[in-house]
């Protein structure tokens, strides 16, 4: 029987070590109960997060209410730390990498792992990509700039050739999103409204630097559906008909480079899925669901067969085509 994979959840160890010498914004989770915790960054409560984040009983209790065999288990975006000395990313990279293997180790029929490099140090970087590789991680989360660094910048490119040789997956999402003072200010507008713009930004960074034509092996997954990327591929299509200067913004036809990447499936509305479908073709649309978090998406799996009539193998190949996984494998260890 297929799985029924779910590829966007995330991660929040019980603890982090309270190095001395780290700096201000070094994150520390504060229980607060038997189940209820917070996230703190710089002595202020950042996400008020519940046992959900690490325990692997409640998790699979909640996979099934889900129907849902396997979680792909990634970092909460706000630990990625971009913005942190190389040092101390790094640091508290290998804290996460090491929970979340932990995790899938101790319930390889349930959980696979996505991890963490310190983006900011390219040779650092690299290394922790060979620990990911060892740690049996199928590949890394990134946020959609790198404290400012476009996506598509050439200071990354050698992350993006080791990532590509060590056949591991590239998970965006959004982090730190331009815009919240324009709309209106409130910080729950972010993951509301400006996530979806700031996957946009990232996804024509890599199109208009060519990345998929530099690393035509590597695989991008796109969260929360490819954000607004979607909605303004015709106009990007459009610019290349009309002549210079705006024929010369993209390599090639962006409805061919948008089939490139991958996309998981929270949108919530099932004509929104279909349209993303046609744009990007039903075989790049892998099941997500955002747990643990308050915006999850309830039985990812089901939505996604609802509304676009793809079966659960259809999906979870998909998935195993993103995420370099044998299926026949996963399906051995369950029985």
């Not at 049996?136 to 990354?156: M, S, Y």
């Amino acid at each position: 029987m297929a799985k029924a994979i779910d590829i966007h959840t995330h991660f929040v160890p019980r603890s982090i070590p309270q190095e001395v010498g780290r700096n201000p914004l070094w994150p520390s989770i504060e229980l607060r109960d038997a189940d209820g915790a917070a996230v703190m960054v710089g002595g202020k409560v950042f996400r008020i997060i519940d046992s959900r984040s690490w325990d692997a009983g409640r998790r699979i209790r909640d996979m099934a209410a889900d129907d849902v065999d396997v979680q792909v288990v990634s970092p909460m975006p706000e630990l990625l730390s971009h913005w942190f000395p190389a040092s101390d990313a790094d640091a508290l990279c290998r804290h996460i990498n090491d929970g979340i293997a932990e995790l899938c180790a101790a319930h390889p029929r349930h959980f696979a792992g996505i991890g963490m490099v310190p983006m900011q140090d390219t040779s650092l970087a690299i290394r922790r990509l060979e620990e990911i590789k060892s740690l049996g991680l199928r590949g890394f989360e990134i946020g959609t700039h790198i404290d400012g660094i476009a996506l598509g910048d050439a200071r990354l490119h050698e992350i993006y050739a080791a990532a590509e040789q060590a056949d591991l997956v590239v998970m965006i999402h959004p982090l730190h999103p331009l815009g919240l003072d324009r709309m209106g200010g409130r910080p729950e507008l972010a993951a509301v409204a400006a996530f979806p713009l700031e996957t946009a930004f990232a996804a024509v960074s890599l199109m208009t630097h060519g990345i998929s034509e530099r690393f035509p092996n590597l695989r991008f997954l796109l969260s929360h559906g490819g954000g607004a990327l979607p909605w303004i591929l015709p106009r990007l299509r459009h610019a290349r008909t009309i002549g210079p200067p705006l024929d010369s913004l993209f390599p090639r036809d962006s409805g061919e480079t948008v089939q490139t990447f991958y996309y998981d499936t929270i949108l919530y509305d099932q004509d929104a899925l279909k349209y993303l479908a046609v744009k990007v073709g039903k075989d790049r649309l892998v099941a997500g669901s955002d747990y643990p978090f308050t915006i999850k998406q309830d039985r990812p799996v089901e939505f996604a067969e609802l509304s676009l009539g793809m079966t659960r193998e259809t999906l979870a190949n998909n998935a195993g085509r993103l995420l370099g996984l044998n299926l026949e494998s996963l399906v051995a260890k369950s029985s």
